[in-house]
């Protein structure tokens, strides 16, 4: 059986291998809405989830509340991960949204923030915020993620998310620095969600404030580090050990 430092070493030459998402950024939507599927989901999450949680119970309740048979769901659903997990689907769905949440917070900021600094600080604080109705649970969709068969399929929904952050932020460069500028900014994210889960703070104040303090740590994030492979399995292997210490604690 491959170690978590193996695993996760070959998920990231699978990301070095990818195009330059940025030179070829698409637009949403990112989820089809007008498929089943994910009509379902989107009821579930809306409806569902902030009462009963990342659960196959919640897009079973979402599945009979559009007419549809939950026992048929198995041969509706295109999974995305070999667990075949609907409770991951879900948690899938979060992070999809949030991306269609960040083009259009794009569209509205559009022309107002004046450099890529604030655009970034901006469109992190909007993605931290859409945790809010669901926070209480949000332990139990990082909990599916960091499983060893979904892993994968969360790696590139987080690295997605930081290249549309970075990308509506204006960093357009395509070379070392596109790699190691989407990947400390994917470690923020994971480390400021993380410190949300415990945040008590009126409006997750303080979240924002550590959130703040991570992004001005993301240019010099990677230096210390002999080659880039070494700096993405060191941050990702104590990416997901923060994420499971976390969950371990409820």
């Known amino acids: ?56 119970e919640a897009v079973n309740h979402a599945a009979a509340a559009v007419g549809t048979n939950p026992s048929t769901l198995g041969a509706i659903f295109n999974f995305t991960t070999p667990s ?8 899938l769905y979060h992070m999809k949204f949030a991306r269609q949440e960040m083009y259009e917070q794009n569209k509205e900021a559009a022309g107002k923030m004046f450099n890529e600094k604030d655009r970034l ?29 979904n892993v994968s399929e969360s790696l590139k929904e987080l690295h997605n998310l930081a290249d549309d952050m970075s990308y509506y932020a204006g ?18 994210i994971i ?7 415990s945040d008590h703070s009126k409006g997750f104040s303080d979240t924002i404030q550590f959130a703040t303090d991570r992004l001005q740590e993301v240019n010099t994030a ?8 070494e700096w993405i399995i060191f941050n990702g292997i104590s990416t997901l050990n923060m994420i499971r210490s976390q969950v371990a604690r409820g």
């Open 1 to 56: 059986m491959l170690s978590l430092g193996q695993r996760f070493s070959i998920q990231a030459k699978r990301c070095l291998v990818r195009s330059f998402h940025s030179l070829y950024h698409t637009e949403p939507p990112i989820a089809d809405p007008s498929t089943l599927e994910n009509k379902i989901l989107s009821k579930a999450y809306t409806d569902f989830v902030p009462k009963e949680g990342f659960t196959e």
């Open 171 to 188: 960093d357009k460069s395509t070379d070392f620095a596109w790699y190691s500028k989407r990947f400390a900014v994917a470690g923020a």
């Open 191 to 197: 480390q400021s969600e993380l410190f949300m889960l």
């Open 222 to 229: 990677g230096r210390i580090y002999n080659s880039f492979e």
């Open 121 to 149: 600080q901006f469109y992190m604080t909007k993605r931290l915020l859409l945790n809010e109705p669901i926070i209480q649970h949000y332990h139990q969709a990082l909990g599916r993620m960091i499983l060893p068969s």
């Open 84 to 91: 075949r997990d609907m409770a991951m689907e879900l948690a």
